[in-house]
């Protein structure tokens, strides 16, 4: 995968470099100390991944991420952790707060690597039919059956959505606002521009995520309040 790194730290921007030449699956091709400049190098040379500081001169992270093409992913790297939510409301594959630990940085990587994976396949799923307790999604001249039981949440990325069920996770050229609208909504329910989740499967949640097995999922300040005082009130603590 080609990768850029654009943060107006040197150090910082040194340190990612240095995280990612341990990491044979990553090519660095280009490092900015801001935006701008940045935009008009991927505008000739096209990036697979880029590594993103928030807080920056000019154009922020957040304006440039907003203005990237949907085959480009974002991993952000911050020194502050108040653009969480931000951050996933623009598809973002995962937020790095400073100082960057490896550990924690290879698996946001691996998380890129596996996306930037499904979203290049010769041929992508499609939903082929909805009923009541299932879906058909249609993968590789094959139709596979999925019981909503067995959905756990679905994350939004670009112009894609992964289904994470499970066992596996499949990818369908679909947005996220398309599908929900085809599932039963009493039992998915919409908690961020990238989220959707089944309730059935809700471990724990909070003022600002909620907990699905090993997954935390940030909850959007656009939808705290349904989630909470539809969702949690009425069909949660009232029964």
């Known amino acids: 995968m080609n990768?850029?790194?654009i943060d107006d730290e040197p150090l910082a921007r040194e340190g990612v470099q240095l995280?990612?030449?341990g990491i044979p699956e990553l090519r660095l091709t280009g490092s900015f100390n801001n935006a701008a400049s940045a935009l008009l190098f991927l505008q000739q040379h096209p990036a697979d991944l880029v590594f993103l500081d928030i807080e920056m001169p000019g154009m922020s992270g957040l304006e440039l991420?907003?203005?990237?093409?949907g085959t480009t992913l974002v991993i952000f790297i911050t020194a502050h952790t108040t653009y969480a939510i931000d951050s996933y409301e623009l598809s973002a594959i995962d937020y790095l707060v400073k100082p960057i630990h490896h550990d924690r940085f290879l698996k946001a990587v691996q998380k890129a690597i596996a996306y930037h994976g499904l979203l290049h396949q010769p041929t992508?799923?499609?939903?082929a039919s909805v009923a009541a307790h299932y879906m058909f999604i249609k993968s590789e001249r094959k139709y596979y059956k999925v019981l909503f039981r067995e959905v756990l949440f679905i994350e939004g990325l670009k112009d894609y959505v992964v289904l994470y069920l499970e066992n596996r996770k499949l990818i369908t050229a679909m947005n996220i606002k398309t599908i929900h609208e085809q599932l039963p909504q009493q039992v998915f329910v919409r908690i961020s521009k990238s989220y959707l989740i089944n309730v059935e499967h809700i471990a724990s949640f909070s003022n600002n995520s909620i907990r699905i097995r090993e997954h935390e999922l940030p909850i959007g300040d656009a939808y705290r309040a349904f989630f909470f005082d539809e969702f949690v009130k009425n069909r949660l603590i009232d029964r």
Request: glycine content about 0%; hydrophobic content about 65%.
């Open 3 to 5: 990768c850029i790194i």
């Open 19 to 21: 995280l990612i030449a």
């Open 65 to 69: 991420a907003a203005a990237l093409s």
């Open 124 to 127: 992508h799923n499609t939903i």
